[in-house]
């Protein structure tokens, strides 16, 4: 028979974290739903994070009926293993600790994470050096560079020259990246990550290139370690602060901003849906935050709301993207105000 003790550190395994690599789960900060990694239900199973528990409405039922279910009973679920393995494979070795031990482990589990990030931001300080070095800068080698025919991919993509020189935005043709099955080579847009530094000067701290004709990872840095940046339009103002307007990708933001310029202090570009706890924190840096993701990302936005503060997020719901409809004008900038004054709460 196992100890209690035993039983009760499997069953305090965070329920979440276990669901999640299994399956994609979206929500609030309290209940999150997502496709059943059995009966493949899309929304059916459902995590309540504050009780640390689950159920799938095909697979388990209503907790009404059966009770909400724990980390064991998931393991067993999941697994097709008995109760004492699911234990012994949730315990993993740490049966018998203390509750001082246990702290102690998560202490040092925190300690390797600070640890790591601290080794991820020294190792973009050097590589910023290394593009740094280059001469001639490569933003502004491709953006001197380009042809008319060229420039014409940005007119393209609703961008007049005043905005191509302002982004300073160019167009590669030499350059290569690796992916399976052999390097990938053609043409493609590159789009410096600027920023005004601590010092007053103002540079690129990375270069995004969008390769061209391509669907499927179609962005890449042009150099790695750099690291993945939000997208500042206004790159010459040295504070987040005010108003903000979040979109996806650094294109739409240049797009967005160029045709809204004063609806918001700032446009902010995503790089992904889901930007890491460093992006949400400088978020949360202003006093409000509007979002307005694809239109198949509602989840997406909802869980970003909850991500950077309920209390200061904002949700804008459009029929399209937002840079398509703005250079087709069939969203204005009159539209859009009415729409940030009217975004819903989360």
Same mark, same amino acid.
């Given at each position: 028979m196992l100890p209690a003790d035993v039983i009760a550190l499997a069953k305090s395994t965070n329920v979440f974290d276990l669901i999640d690599a299994d399956t994609t789960l979206r929500g609030g900060p309290t209940e999150k739903t997502g496709a059943c990694p059995r009966c493949g239900g899309k929304d059916r199973l459902h995590v309540n994070i504050k009780h640390?528990?689950?159920?799938?409405?095909?697979?388990?039922?209503?907790?009404?009926?059966?009770g909400w279910k724990d980390a064991i009973d998931y393991v067993m679920f999941r697994s097709g293993i008995g109760f004492v393995d699911a234990v012994k494979l949730l315990t993993n070795g740490h049966s018998h600790l203390t509750q001082a031990e246990r702290i102690e482990l998560a202490k040092q589990r925190a300690e390797r994470e600070a640890l790591q990030e601290r080794q991820d931001q020294e190792w973009q300080r050097k590589q910023r050096a290394k593009l740094w070095a280059l001469d001639p800068a490569p933003w502004t080698k491709y953006h001197k560079a380009m042809t008319q025919d060229q420039r014409q991919?940005? !007119? @393209?993509?609703? %961008?007049?020259? $005043?905005? #191509?020189? /302002?982004?300073? +935005?160019? !167009?590669?043709? @030499?350059?290569t990246f690796p992916r399976s099955g052999g390097d990938w080579a053609g043409d493609c847009l590159t789009i410096p990550i600027m920023r005004t530094l601590n010092s007053g000067k103002v540079t690129a701290i990375s270069v995004i290139c969008r390769l061209i004709g391509e669907d499927q990872d179609k962005y890449r840095p042009i150099m790695s370690g750099l690291g993945k940046q939000i997208y500042v339009p206004r790159y010459r103002a040295n504070k987040l602060e005010g108003t903000a307007l979040v +979109?996806?990708?650094? #294109?739409?933001?240049? +797009?967005?901003?160029?045709?809204?310029?004063g609806l918001t202090t700032h446009v902010i570009? %995503?790089?992904?849906?889901?930007?890491? *706890?460093?992006? #949400?924190? $400088? %978020?949360?840096?202003? =006093?409000? +935050? /509007? #979002?307005?993701? =694809?239109? @198949? $990302?509602? *989840?997406?936005?909802? @869980?970003?709301?909850w991500r950077i503060g309920p209390d200061k997020s904002r949700i804008i719901d459009l029929p399209g993207k937002i840079d398509d409809l703005l250079i087709d004008h069939t969203l204005t900038q009159q539209d859009l105000l009415h729409l940030i004054t009217n975004s819903r709460r989360v």
């Open positions: 640390n528990a689950w159920f799938c409405r095909q697979c388990t039922g209503e907790p009404s009926t059966n991919a940005w !007119y @393209d993509r609703g %961008l007049d020259d $005043a905005w #191509i020189n /302002y982004y300073q +935005v160019g !167009y590669a043709t @030499d350059l +979109v996806e990708g650094e #294109i739409k933001a240049m +797009v967005t901003y160029a045709y809204t310029k570009g %995503l790089a992904g849906k889901s930007p890491k *706890q460093a992006h #949400i924190t $400088a %978020l949360q840096s202003f =006093d409000q +935050v /509007y #979002i307005c993701l =694809d239109p @198949d $990302a509602k *989840q997406d936005a909802q @869980d970003l709301a």
